[in-house]
């Protein structure tokens, strides 16, 4: 079983819908979480950064971190035709030197 | 503004050739790592550094050598390439990963190997 679970898609949404990711990881050591977005034929880039259980918000970008579910959750309101990519979850431990990543979601999303 | 280069792009193979996969930041970052990307399989990390002479084997090392002689340049060298080589490989670099400060990687743009 991969320590990192993450759903493949395609998650095809129309333009200005929610797009709602997630991913679910077994090792409680993670405590650092993030997303990365990856246009085709390009490196990841990184959209969110958190550490904390709750809710973060930057723009049209929410992620959601239930540590005691091992759960977290990225949405994007107001989708774009410019949202579609593959969303990689990614997670590290306190003391880690490595990063663990989500097999990646790719989204669609159609005018 | 350079960032994180990746040389080549692409490249074709032989099974048994060996070539070298080549890694520069001009941002002065101690950390610098490889990892291969594979349909289905998100990234998996080959090796790391957390500073110039200093590596470490990531999940799927085997088949893959790395040094680190500057803080510049990680390159990642295929002994004798087989064919479950083949990928994209990506490079990333960073000041450090658990830094609630947020420090994030900054990737490349990949090379794409196949291995015949």
Redesign the interface.
């Known amino acids: 079983q991969k320590e990192?679970e993450?759903d493949?898609g395609p998650l095809s949404v129309p333009e200005g819908a929610i797009v709602s990711l997630n991913c679910t990881y077994s090792n409680s050591a993670f405590?650092?979480f993030?997303w990365y977005r990856q246009y085709s034929?390009?490196?990841?880039?990184?959209l969110m950064?958190t550490?904390s259980s709750g809710n973060k918000e930057d723009g049209r970008f929410t992620a959601q971190v239930d540590k005691s579910s091992k759960y977290i959750s990225l949405f994007i309101r107001d989708s774009q035709p410019s949202d579609s990519a593959t969303y990689?979850c990614?997670m590290?431990?306190?003391?880690?030197?490595?990063?663990?990543?989500?097999?990646?979601t790719r989204v669609l999303v159609k005018p | 503004n350079a960032g994180?280069t990746q040389t080549p792009k692409f490249q074709v193979l032989k099974t048994g050739q060996s070539m070298t996969l080549q890694c520069a930041q001009d941002m002065n970052h101690e950390?610098m790592?490889w990892?291969r990307q594979d349909p289905?399989?998100?990234?998996?990390?080959i090796h790391?550094s957390?500073g110039a002479g200093i590596t470490?084997q990531?999940?799927v090392p085997n088949g893959y050598n790395v040094s680190r002689s500057t803080t510049e340049d990680f390159p990642l060298r295929l002994l004798s390439a087989a064919p479950s080589q083949t990928s994209v490989y990506?490079c990333?670099s960073g000041t450090g990963?658990?830094n609630?400060s947020?420090e994030?990687?900054f990737?490349?743009?990949?090379t794409q190997l196949s291995v015949l």
């Open positions: 990192v993450q493949p405590q650092y993030m034929r390009k490196g990841p880039e990184l950064y550490y990689l990614a590290i431990s306190a003391a880690g030197n490595k990063l663990t990543f989500g097999g990646g | 994180v950390y790592s990892y289905g399989m998100g990234l998996r990390l790391y957390v470490d990531g999940e990506f990333a990963l658990a609630p947020g994030k990687l990737f490349g743009s990949g």
